[in-house]
């Protein structure tokens, strides 16, 4: 019988599942779900996940549920990240989702999910890791990390989500300054920590936006993440797909190639965040991982609970 293992990425935008056979070599995909869910939608100080994203997350992972159990896993990690670890209801969440589910979401930090994220994107690179920067944009935060050889150097979760993004301000003039301000601390941050990035290092991008960029930039009728796993998309093709989508209305976007129904009112700001990281820090290009926190998760300890 195979060896199977799953693992969930439940995130503030979009729920992953993979079904993964292990072997000395590491894992190798079986079968990959994915979900626009946005948990993070409507999400409020006071009251955290909304009912109807409480609804959509909960009949996702009981779909996610039944295919695990067809494959007879009986190791699954899953984890929660920025929407649930923010919300006065996560907990009750959590809860909720094991008692009628199985399925046990870990709640990590930023710290956690940004080392797991690097665990996943160096198991899909095609060349020596070396110096990168590894950007991985989400719906509630951003990760940002600096690794050398495999090793991560510097670590930074930042509040620029993009559903936290498009809903809390209005015209992406303002989602602009708000990425602005937020990368000025960054760079205050890795000042403070003796860290400087050079010519020497790589931009990696993971997660959704950078993954829909390599999409549009070969007009996928049908994702493959084989084709866009690694590929490398130059920062005046990044602009002119800027370009392209910010003229266009949200419902007009999902005419683009490669732009999946979910992201539509979310790409923009998404690029905002990624131009932005490579104007600031004067990155030319961007290599394309699809592996990311959902890979590193399956590669983790045996415990579910050991996540790193």
């Known amino acids: ?81 920025s929407a649930v670890r923010d919300a006065v209801n996560g907990g009750a969440f959590v809860d909720q989702v094991f008692q009628e589910t199985g399925v046990q979401l870990v709640v990590i930090d930023g710290d956690a999910e940004a ?76 000042s403070s920590a003796g860290v400087l990035i050079s010519g020497n290092y790589e931009l990696v991008g993971t997660a959704g936006t950078a993954t829909t960029i390599a999409a549009i930039k070969l007009e996928m009728v049908a994702y493959d993440y084989r084709m866009v796993n690694n590929l490398t998309v130059s920062r005046e093709d990044i602009s002119e797909i800027f370009l392209r989508l910010s003229q266009l209305s949200p419902q007009e976007r999902l005419s683009i190639r490669g732009l999946e129904k979910g992201r539509e009112d979310l790409i923009v700001a998404g690029l905002i965040i990624i131009t932005s990281v490579m104007d600031r820090f004067g990155f030319n290009r961007l290599k394309v991982s699809d592996f990311g926190l959902l890979e590193g998760l399956a590669l983790s300890g045996d415990d579910p609970l050991e996540l790193i």
């Open 1 to 81: 019988m195979s060896d199977y293992c799953a693992a969930i990425d439940f995130g503030t935008n979009t729920a992953r599942l993979l079904i993964a056979e292990r072997s000395s070599a590491g894992i190798t995909p079986v079968r990959v779900e994915r979900e626009v869910v946005r948990l993070g939608g409507g999400f409020t100080d006071e009251y955290g996940l909304s009912a109807e994203a409480w609804q959509r997350g909960l009949a996702c992972l009981h779909r996610f549920s039944k295919i695990i159990s067809s494959y007879g896993v009986k190791q699954v990690r899953a984890s929660a990240t």
């Open 115 to 190: 080392r797991l994220t690097l665990k996943g994107v160096l198991s899909g690179l095609d060349s020596e890791s070396g110096m990168l920067v590894v950007l991985d944009v989400g719906g509630g935060s951003t990760e940002f990390t600096i690794s050398s050889h495999g090793c991560p150097l510097f670590i930074k979760s930042m509040p620029i989500g993009v559903v936290r993004l498009i809903e809390g301000f209005s015209s992406n003039v303002e989602i602009t300054e708000r990425v602005r301000a937020v990368l000025d601390q960054l760079e205050n941050d890795l």
